[in-house]
């Protein structure tokens, strides 16, 4: 089946005992046993749910994984990954992740013996130079955020592998349904599911797609450690996913009208969208993805103020963190979603705007953005 079909059908056949043709939520926080140590397939909330079993099954379906493992959000199943490592060992990442990515890995994780590099994953031979004997993880966002940049995961894992390291692929951006990590060498995929699979705005959510050995690792993590989502978070990211492959076929044409219109514009220092010709990563992401994405980030002419006076403007962009949903959001990523990178090598431009453009229609998103650039 193609990946439209398997989000709406995979592990969401009509429930046997009324024929609801919508996955339960099933709101309880235990099941109850017809014998000692004996269940009927779930025990307790926070080890299994229906409603959760059904999510992972589509996730690991669209990623093409053995296995997916959810949690209450992005972060934490983040953490869980960070969690298989031991003390001592090395992680190479990229130098323009999500700050909430670095801030975990080098304010908590470090305090436990986990080294961190940033490198500009771009650039194969800084990788390679970068790669130590205790090396166990390289970790990729493409496109990245928040100046989408495109990585190699073929070349990168191949690296890696290499040297017997993984490849963990962030996939939040693009979505399955405009790129597959794991066709392309990755090992794990962790997804922010509050952003595009949710695709709405109103539930937060995270989760890993891996090989079944790894995944075990990790659902032993999500129980002993307890951050999974509740069947409501996972019921709600289970309805955005149904129409992820008409919503992402919008954002990217819509992101697409509005980063060719704005190249020009006079109070546009630079655009970065991986659709534009001019973008130095536009022919490896038309080779290993199937759309160019929603997202577009721009500089503005003036500096910071000229920038926040920008994103204070808008009227159809929300002035707001997060991206994804159907409505379209403008954030200043050096004070809002990037401030724990500030002072640092990760630290991003302040004249810089991240756009998520929504699925509106595309003409009324340009004059909002217009009437704002004055």
Request: glycine letters at 10%; proline letters at 5%.
């Amino acid at each position: 089946m193609d990946l439209e079909t398997r989000a709406i059908h995979v592990g969401q056949d009509p429930e046997p005992t009324t024929g609801a043709v919508v996955v339960p939520i099933f709101q309880t926080s235990t099941f109850a046993q017809p014998r000692v140590g004996e269940h009927l397939g779930y025990e307790y909330a926070r080890t299994g749910n229906p409603t959760r079993t059904a999510l992972e099954e589509v996730l690991a379906s669209l990623e093409g994984a053995d296995r997916a493992v959810c949690f209450a959000s992005g972060l934490a199943a983040e953490d869980a990954i960070f969690r298989l490592l031991s003390p001592g060992d090395h992680v190479i990442m990229a130098n323009d992740v999500y700050g909430g990515t670095w801030r975990q890995i080098d304010r908590v994780h470090r305090r436990w013996g986990i080294d961190v590099t940033a490198v500009d994953l771009a650039d194969l031979d800084a990788t390679a130079a970068a790669v130590r004997p205790e090396t166990r993880l390289l970790w990729a966002e493409t496109p990245s955020n928040p100046l989408l940049k495109i990585l190699d995961l073929t070349a990168l894992a191949e690296l890696a592998h290499g040297h017997g390291a993984r490849v963990v692929a962030d996939n939040t951006f693009a979505t399955p349904y405009l790129q597959q990590p794991l066709e392309l060498g990755a090992d794990l995929v962790v997804h922010s599911t509050t952003k595009y699979l949710g695709g709405h705005s109103d539930v937060v959510g995270g989760a890993v797609c891996t090989d079944a050995e790894t995944a075990e690792e990790l659902a032993f993590l999500q129980n002993a450690v307890g951050a999974v989502p509740g069947p409501f978070d996972a019921w709600l990211t289970l309805r955005g996913i149904k129409t992820l492959g008409v919503r992402m076929d919008r954002h990217c044409a819509n992101a697409q009208r509005i980063a060719e219109a704005l190249v020009d514009h006079p109070q546009v220092v630079e655009v970065a969208y991986p659709g534009l010709a001019t973008h130095p990563g536009h022919e490896l992401a038309a080779g290993q993805m199937r759309g160019f994405g929603g997202m577009v980030s721009l500089r503005v002419a003036g500096g910071i103020d000229a920038a926040k006076t920008v994103a204070e403007r808008t009227e159809l962009f929300f002035l707001a963190e997060s991206l994804g949903g159907v409505e379209s959001l403008i954030e200043h990523p050096g004070i809002m979603t990037h401030a724990s990178v500030a002072g640092t090598d990760l630290e991003v431009p302040d004249d810089l705007l991240r756009l998520s453009v929504g699925i509106e229609s595309a003409d009324d998103l340009l004059d909002d953005l217009l009437q704002a650039l004055g």
